[in-house]
């Protein structure tokens, strides 16, 4: 069995990933992470010099090249949902949860917009991205985990591990 954390920038599927990776002992597979070091670029520098459509086409590729996995978490970067292709392959292939964060946290965990790498901010407000999104989100959720400041990192891993479909 595979996991896979799906929801915004920001919302924490890279840290609460990297937990539950730890906590259930399967393997934790970043998405962006796998991007940035193939690419020998940050996510903002392959958008600011091959456009958003070449970054979305490397997501689906980072995704879709997992390949035969098991008892891995993975985390895509937020966009993953843009690409049909690259949700099938997770579909298929693991328990997908979206973690949900109220905007006013994401916008809090988010330094700097310009650099972070986000898709779709083109000419938009993190809002309109969050939006746009969200019915994605929701669309191929298998688990929607609602986020609270009021928990740790760890309560959160608690809560998908409760949540997990039996097997």
């Keep these: 069995m595979n996991l896979t954390l ?5 919302a924490g599927k890279s840290s609460i990933g990297s937990k539950l990776a730890l906590r259930l002992q399967f393997d934790f597979l970043d998405a962006d992470n796998i991007i940035e070091k193939s690419a020998g670029l940050k996510l903002q ?11 979305l086409e490397m997501e689906q590729n980072a995704v879709i090249g997992l ?6 978490v993975i985390c895509p970067g937020g966009s993953v ?3 049909q292709e690259a949700m099938s392959f997770l579909k298929a292939n693991s328990v997908i ?8 946290c994401i916008k809090e965990q988010i330094a700097n917009l ?3 790498g986000i898709i779709g901010l083109k000419g938009k407000a993190l809002e309109d991205v969050y939006k746009q999104r969200r ?17 740790t990192i760890i309560e959160h891993v608690e809560c998908i591990i409760k949540s997990l479909p039996c097997s």
């Design 6 to 10: 799906i929801g915004m920038p920001g």
């Design 45 to 55: 520098e392959i958008i600011d010099k091959y456009g958003e459509e070449k970054l």
């Design 67 to 72: 390949g035969k996995i098991d008892r891995c």
């Design 81 to 83: 949902v843009y690409s």
């Design 97 to 104: 949860f979206f973690l949900e964060a109220d905007l006013e």
């Design 114 to 116: 310009s650099t972070r």
């Design 135 to 151: 019915p994605l989100y929701e669309k191929y959720a298998d688990v929607t985990v609602k986020l609270s400041q009021n928990l």
